[in-house]
C-alpha cells in the first residue's frame, strides 16, 4: 500500500497514543509537555527557543538585558533548549551573557551549530562557540545548513564518542536540500535533525518526519512562523471560534499546536525579542493538542487566509 | 553555498531594523561631537571645490582619504561587526579607499576644473551627503540620535565620495568610483531588506553618479578628433 501524507499521520498520531513510543506527549500541570530524545529516552520540553536575528544585538547593554529577561522567562516556563549558531553574529556572546546573569539555570540544553566551509576549522570554531556560552560542553552540535558536512560530522561523532558533546544532528532551512538532509538520516548515526516545518511549509512531512520516527531521530523544527511572516500576516484577523477548543488564545500558539501535535517533532524553536511572546510560546506547549482533523483544519484555514 | 537560487536577500540579514538604528544611536553618542569637525570638514571641501580648486585639491583628497580610513575602522570594524560578521570583510575595502585617496594627495593628481550638468549633479550629491543625508532620520521619525553623519557614518561619506568625484578629474579617479558605489548599492539592499524607505537615497545616488559619468564618457569621446 502507499504511504501518503494522510495515511502516515493517521498512523503516528493513532500509535503515538501509547505512552510509551517516541512521539507521545509526556504532559504535567502547569508545565510544557515533554517528548524523549529517541537515541537516549531523556525527554526535552516540546518548545525551545531560537537566537536567529532577535539575539543578534551586538554590545548594547539594554537590548542584551533584555534577552536575558526573555531567556529568564523561558527557564521559568519550563524551557530547556535554546538554539544558536557562529553563524547568528552576536547571539552566542548574547546567549553567554544571559546565562551568566541567570547563574547558570541547570534545565539548559545547549543547541550549537557548527558552520565553516573548511574542514579543519571546526574544531577551533566550536571552542569559540563554547567559550562563548561559558559552558563545560554542549548538549547538542549540528552541522549547520550542511556545510562541509562529512568532515564535521565526523568531528562530531569522534566529540560524541570522547564524551565532549552528547548529541550530534544536521541542520537545513526553508526546504533547501531535502534530498541529501535525507541520505544523511538514513546512513549516518545522528541524533538530531533540524529543519523548517510550519502550518503552510509541509514538503517535511512527505519523508523527513515519517524517516525521523523510523530511524529514531530527534526533529528540532526551525521557523515556525517564517521568521515571523505568518504572525505579521495573520495579527489583524480573528482566530477562528474552534480554536478555543484547543486553549489556545493567539495565532502563534495555533500555528505551534499544529507542529507540536506532529508525533515525529521533537521540539519547535520560535524566536523571540519578548518576554510575553516567550510566555505564550511555551503555554502552547501545554493543554489539548490537534487530532489529524484539526490540524488539516489549522492548515488549511491560514492557507486560506 | 549550494542552491543559491533559493536564497533571499531576508535570508542573509542577521540583525532587526531596532537593533541597527539603535548601534547607529549609541555609535552617534560615543563619538559626539566629532559630528561637527566631520562636517565642519564636508563644507570645505564644497568651499574649497567651488572658490580654490587648483591650490587646495590635494588637501581634499587627504581629507576624504582620512574620512575613509576613520570611518572604516569606527563604524565597520569596531560597531557593525558586531551585529554583522560580513562587515569584517567590508572594512578593508574602505582602507582601500582612503589609500588610493592617499595616493592621490601625495600625487597632486586632483584637478576641479568641470562645468554643466556632471559638475552640477556631484555637488547636488556633496549637498545631499552632508547636508540631506542626515535629516533622513528625524524625517522618518527616528529623532536625530541616530542620524547618518558625513565622515562618521558609511552612507552620506560614500555619496559624498561620489559627488567629488563627479566634479574631479586626474588618472586615478575612474579607480576610486567602485567601492562607494559597491557600499551604496551593498547598504541599499540592506536597508530595503529592512523595510527602510531611505534604500532608494543611495540607488538614486549611485544612478545619478552613473549617469552622469557615462555622459562625461560620451562628451570626451565626442570632442575627440577623427581618426
Same mark, same amino acid.
Given at each position: ?6 495515511t ?8 503515538a ?23 537516549s ?17 551586538g554590545?548594547?547593554p539594554?537590548?542584551? !538585558? ?6 529568564a ?12 549558531s557562529?553563524?547568528y ?14 547563574g ?5 540544553? %545547549?543547541?550549537?551549530k ?6 579543519t ?6 571552542e ?8 563545560p ?22 566529540m ?12 537545513? %532551512?526553508?526546504?533547501?536540500?531535502h534530498?541529501?538532509?535525507e ?46 511572516e ?19 488564545s %493567539? ?6 499546536k ?24 511555551l ?7 490537534? !487530532? ?6 489549522? %492548515?488549511?484555514h491560514?492557507?486560506?487566509? | 553555498m549550494s ?7 531576508? *535570508?542573509?540579514?542577521?540583525?532587526s ?6 548601534m ?23 568651499l ?8 587646495f ?9 582620512t574620512?575613509?580610513?576613520f ?8 560597531r557593525y ?6 562587515a ?10 582612503g ?16 562645468r ?16 540631506g ?9 527616528r ?11 558609511? *552612507?552620506?561619506?560614500a ?21 562607494p ?31 552622469a ?15
Amino acid at each position: 500500500m502507499r504511504t501518503t501524507r494522510r495515511t502516515f499521520l493517521q498512523a503516528s498520531l493513532a500509535t503515538a497514543a501509547a505512552a510509551h513510543l517516541p512521539g507521545a506527549l509526556h504532559a504535567q500541570q502547569g508545565q510544557p509537555a515533554r517528548r524523549p530524545i529517541p537515541s537516549s529516552r531523556e525527554e526535552m520540553p516540546i518548545v525551545g527557543l531560537g537566537t536567529w536575528i532577535t539575539f543578534n544585538v551586538g554590545n548594547d547593554p539594554g537590548l542584551r !538585558d533584555e534577552c536575558a529577561g526573555v531567556m529568564a522567562a523561558f527557564f521559568e516556563a519550563g524551557g530547556r533548549m535554546i538554539d544558536s549558531s557562529p553563524m547568528y553574529g552576536s547571539s552566542q556572546p548574547v546567549v553567554g551573557y544571559g546565562l551568566r546573569k541567570l547563574g547558570r539555570p541547570p534545565a539548559l540544553f %545547549s543547541a550549537e551549530k557548527v558552520w565553516t566551509s573548511s574542514a579543519t576549522a571546526g574544531p577551533a570554531q566550536i571552542e569559540q562557540s563554547r567559550r562563548f556560552w561559558g559552558v563545560p560542553k554542549f548538549d547538542l552540535v549540528q552541522v549547520h545548513n550542511l556545510l562541509a558536512w562529512k568532515a564535521h560530522l565526523q568531528t562530531l561523532l569522534q566529540m560524541k564518542a570522547a564524551g565532549t558533546v552528547r548529541y550530534v544532528g544536521i541542520t537545513t %532551512s526553508e526546504g533547501r536540500r531535502h534530498d541529501l538532509v535525507e541520505q544523511i538520516m538514513r546512513n549516518e548515526p545522528i541524533d538530531f535533525v533540524q529543519f523548517s516545518y510550519n502550518v503552510v511549509d509541509r514538503d517535511a512531512e512527505a519523508r523527513l518526519l515519517p524517516l525521523a520516527a523510523e530511524r529514531g531521530i530527534a526533529v528540532i523544527v526551525n521557523r515556525p512562523f517564517r521568521q515571523g511572516e505568518l504572525t505579521n500576516r495573520l495579527k489583524n484577523k480573528p482566530l477562528p471560534e474552534w480554536a478555543a477548543e484547543l486553549g489556545v488564545s %493567539s495565532w502563534a500558539q495555533l500555528m505551534l499546536k499544529f507542529i507540536l501535535s506532529h508525533p515525529a517533532v521533537t521540539v519547535a524553536i520560535p524566536a523571540t525579542t519578548r518576554v510575553d511572546h516567550v510566555r505564550e510560546n511555551l503555554s502552547a506547549a501545554a493543554g489539548p493538542m490537534p !487530532d489529524l482533523a484539526t490540524r488539516q483544519r489549522i %492548515s488549511a484555514h491560514v492557507q486560506a487566509l | 553555498m549550494s542552491e543559491w537560487w533559493t536564497y533571499r536577500a531576508e *535570508d542573509f540579514l542577521l540583525f532587526s531594523p531596532r537593533v541597527y538604528w539603535r548601534m547607529l544611536e549609541t555609535y552617534n553618542a560615543a563619538l559626539w561631537p566629532l559630528h561637527v569637525v566631520t562636517l565642519a570638514a564636508g563644507l570645505l571641501i564644497i568651499l574649497l571645490i567651488a572658490w580654490r580648486p587648483r591650490v587646495f585639491a590635494r588637501w581634499i583628497a587627504l581629507i576624504l582619504a582620512t574620512l575613509w580610513i576613520f570611518v572604516g575602522w569606527s563604524f565597520l570594524w569596531n560597531r557593525y561587526a558586531a551585529i554583522n560578521w560580513a562587515a569584517v570583510y567590508v572594512a578593508p575595502a574602505f582602507a582601500v579607499e582612503g589609500g588610493l585617496l592617499l595616493i592621490l594627495f601625495l600625487r597632486d593628481g586632483l584637478a576641479f576644473d568641470r562645468r554643466g550638468p556632471v559638475a552640477w549633479t556631484g555637488y547636488l550629491l556633496l549637498a545631499f551627503g552632508i547636508a540631506g543625508q542626515p535629516l533622513l532620520a528625524p524625517l522618518q521619525g527616528r529623532g536625530w540620535a541616530s542620524s547618518e553623519v558625513f565622515g562618521i557614518a558609511p *552612507d552620506p561619506t560614500a555619496i559624498a565620495t561620489l559627488g567629488v568625484l563627479l566634479l574631479a578629474r586626474g588618472g586615478l579617479v575612474p579607480w576610486l568610483l567602485p567601492i562607494p558605489v559597491l557600499w551604496c548599492l551593498l547598504s541599499g539592499i540592506t536597508l530595503r531588506t529592512m523595510g527602510e524607505a531611505q534604500a532608494w537615497a543611495l540607488y538614486a545616488a549611485v544612478a545619478l553618479a552613473a549617469v552622469a559619468w557615462i555622459w562625461t564618457i560620451i562628451r570626451q569621446r565626442g570632442s575627440l578628433p577623427a581618426a
